[in-house]
């Protein structure tokens, strides 16, 4: 048996998810890092032990699979890997010029164990000894170790395509093994200022309770990505010192994520300056009563908007392209008060006739499976005429540009202009009857008090969703498991303090006593035994016409008379 060296990095990062022990104080990844994920494994098995991994179903599935006898005496035990089980482990992408790498790393604990385990399943390969590290190369790929540390480098040119898809000169570079261990040596040789540890930012996340750390630097991530006409500009800004920050957590009855967005200096004033208010709880109870799935709604400052467009330095751009439709931001300020609604309710799918006409000029009438909902979008007015202006131009515009085709589309969608609210969607009543009374809906409590947030019925949208695979047993049947299973998604945040903004999110299980890591673990299981026997089914179909095929009726006609 012969791995991928991508194979042995992916074992390795599952032995240290569900077996190791925390210690943060090193941090193996370079400061300037544009994504990291951390993983916290003494957590991770204390809620989900191996010896419990072992019993599910998709485990079972990949053990039979694994034929040598190597391979299953790790599953069975991660010691014998020769891999420091109280180690964390680290994920890392990084740019390097025009090019950059992908990097896993985790601890040694036997290295002759280890070497055995290489030895057997990378047989023939040569391990070569360089700059006192143990080596195999494998074209963009390269292992290394030492009697202390594991670091897998990945060649990774298209963490930097954004260059080109931006419209920027020069194509990204590929790296040779060579280079690539030299990325690693880096690695190795990590320590004080060039080391992520010593970020203050990086600290506070990693104090954070969690299983999981997520890290980006924008800055480092899309440092090539700005497009040349926007290099004269100051949008740039956008990723400059702006951070994103996660911590993951499987708790009972929910998987959490905690995270925060840093910002550069300059939009830390404008996010200050204009920070956003809690969004109208009124806004919320105007949705009209019915059974909704969905719900995403926010408040912003439009005056933050205008300030926003002069900070990046394109604020006589877009005034230039306004101004061809007799508009301005100043309108769009005067027009606009800051609260929008996104509504999605009576989810379900259902049976449509539709009509087309052929190159011939014929109709043709079909039946179509496709979702029903009623969607329902609102924006508070601060100025009617303002507001009204705006919308004749983006009528005409939409005619201009789209053609007759969309005007008619868009003409078709009800909407109102009302009590200070623009209201449009897919539904005639929802949008007479939005604010005509006042409901108290059961996820108003969940997000209200934050500037922006968010609700998703995990619930409704599976139940709506049956009907359209009713003829797939195995898609029902996973469908109904993730009804025992999956209740619903809250997220909140856009709050500004320190520099930054927070934001939470969690997605809530039906059983409320059980860890969600342990109950994830079940369900892959159930999904991943539904998944082969649908297989074996197929295999056993293919099997069956293969050896008993149905032959074609042939007509055999009478001899001609003689």
């Known amino acids: 048996m012969k791995l991928k060296l991508t194979s042995l990095a992916l074992l390795a990062t599952l032995v240290i998810v569900f077996a190791s022990c925390s210690g943060k104080a090193d941090v193996p990844v370079p400061e300037d890092a544009a994504i990291v994920i ?29 034929k040598d006898d190597l391979a299953k ?45 290489i030895g057997k399943v990378r047989e023939g390969d040569k391990v070569e000894k360089k700059e006192g590290l143990s080596v195999i190369a494998d074209h963009s790929n390269i292992l290394t170790w030492n009697d202390k540390r594991l670091v897998f480098i990945a060649d990774n040119p298209d963490i930097n395509s954004g260059a080109s898809m931006m419209g920027n000169s020069g194509k990204s570079r590929r790296f040779d093994t060579d280079s690539l261990l030299k990325f690693a040596k880096e690695v190795y040789d990590l320590k004080g200022s060039k080391s992520l540890a010593s970020n203050s930012k990086f600290a506070s996340l990693m104090k954070e309770e969690g299983d999981v750390h997520f890290w980006m630097n924008a800055g480092s991530l899309y440092s090539n990505a700005l497009p040349a006409m926007l290099a004269i500009t100051k ?38 300056k204009y920070s956003m208010k809690n969004m109208d709880e009124d806004m919320l109870k105007s949705i009209p009563a019915g059974d909704v799935a969905a719900v995403i709604a926010m408040n912003y400052p439009p005056e933050g908007v205008k300030e926003f467009i002069s900070l990046l330095g394109v604020d006589g751009l877009v005034n230039m392209f306004l ?20 509504s999605v309710s009576d989810f379900s799918f259902g049976e449509k006739e539709k009509t087309i006409t052929m190159y011939d000029g014929t109709k043709s009438t079909y039946k179509s499976t496709e979702p029903n909902a009623k969607i329902l979008f609102a924006t508070s007015v601060a100025d009617k005429p303002s507001f009204e202006k705006l919308m004749t131009i983006l009528k005409e515009k939409i005619g201009q540009e789209a053609g007759a085709s969309a005007n008619d589309f ?35 409590s969940k997000i209200k008090g934050h500037p922006m947030g968010g609700f998703l019925d995990i619930q ?51 059983d409320k006593n059980t860890n969600s890591l342990k109950q994830l673990n079940s369900y892959l299981g159930f999904i991943a035994v539904k998944m082969r026997e649908q297989e074996k089914r197929r295999e056993e179909a293919y099997r069956r016409e293969w050896d008993n095929p149905v032959m074609d009726s042939v007509q055999v006609m009478p001899a001609p008379a003689k």
């Open 460 to 510: 409704k949208f599976i139940s709506g969703s049956k009907s359209s695979f009713a003829d797939d047993s195995t898609a029902t049947l996973i469908a109904d498991q993730s009804l025992k299973v999956w209740q619903d998604i809250v997220f909140h945040g856009g709050e500004f303090k320190d520099g930054g903004t927070d934001s939470y999110m969690e997605i809530n299980m039906v």
């Open 323 to 342: 101004a061809e439709a007799g508009f301005s931001v100043e309108d769009f300020v005067k027009a606009n008060k800051g609260d929008l609604l996104l």
């Open 38 to 66: 951390h993983i916290d494994g003494a957590s991770l098995s204390s809620k989900l032990p191996w010896d419990e991994i072992k019993k599910s179903e998709w485990f079972n599935i990949a053990n039979q699979e694994v």
């Open 73 to 117: 005496k790790i599953l069975d035990n991660p010691d014998e890997s020769g891999v420091d089980i109280k180690s964390d482990a680290y994920i890392f992408m990084k740019t390097r010029g025009r090019g950059g790498y992908a990097a896993v790393i985790c601890g040694i604990k036997d290295e002759k164990k280890f070497e055995a385990f």
């Open 410 to 444: 868009v003409n078709k969608i009800p909407y109102l202009l009302k009590d200070n609210w623009f209201i449009a969607g897919s539904d005639s009543a929802s949008v007479h009857t939005f604010g005509a009374a006042k409901t108290d809906h059961s996820f108003i």
């Open 235 to 272: 949008a740039s800004l956008l990723f400059e010192g702006n951070i994103s920050a996660a911590s993951i957590s499987f708790d009972n009855g929910k998987i959490t994520a905690k995270g925060r967005s840093y910002y550069n200096k300059d939009l830390a004033a404008v996010y200050k």
